[in-house]
């Protein structure tokens, strides 16, 4: 069983909105949604919008303003809320999670769901 389970992508016209939900599946203990990344062909996989410490949240330049990050604890999931999406949008997008040991962190990653959107 998959660790993440990954929702909302599709295709949207330019200046559309979108929602991507991730959940933790339960298959893997102590696990914890923090945040989306992206992945155009031809590109690096990069940073859209994570958690970091607490309740702050880190949006890369391209989403401030546009997307917004959030998260449900007692669901275990997060969602990324995505408006006045362009065309450079258009990507792959994984939902990373990660989990907290006491020798350190191990990072999980969804199987991606990919959002395309057309001008």
């Known amino acids: 069983q998959v660790p993440l389970v990954e929702s909302g992508g599709g295709l949207v016209q330019a200046g559309g909105s979108l929602r991507l939900s991730c959940a933790a599946s339960?298959?893997?203990?102590?696990?914890?949604?923090m945040g989306w990344y992206r992945q155009a062909p031809g590109k690096q996989r990069e940073l859209v919008a994570a958690?970091?410490?607490?309740?702050?949240?880190k949006y890369a330049d391209s989403a401030k303003g546009r997307f917004t990050l959030s998260r449900d604890n007692a669901k275990n999931t997060v969602a990324l809320q995505m408006n006045s999406l362009n065309p450079e949008d258009t990507a792959v997008y994984y939902c990373?999670?990660?989990?907290?040991?006491?020798?350190?962190?191990?990072?999980?990653w969804g199987q991606g769901t990919q959002v395309t959107v057309s001008s």
């Open positions: 990373n999670a990660k989990a907290f040991y006491v020798w350190g962190t191990r990072d999980y």
């Open positions: 339960g298959s893997i203990s102590n696990i914890n949604p």
């Open positions: 958690f970091t410490s607490g309740s702050s949240a």
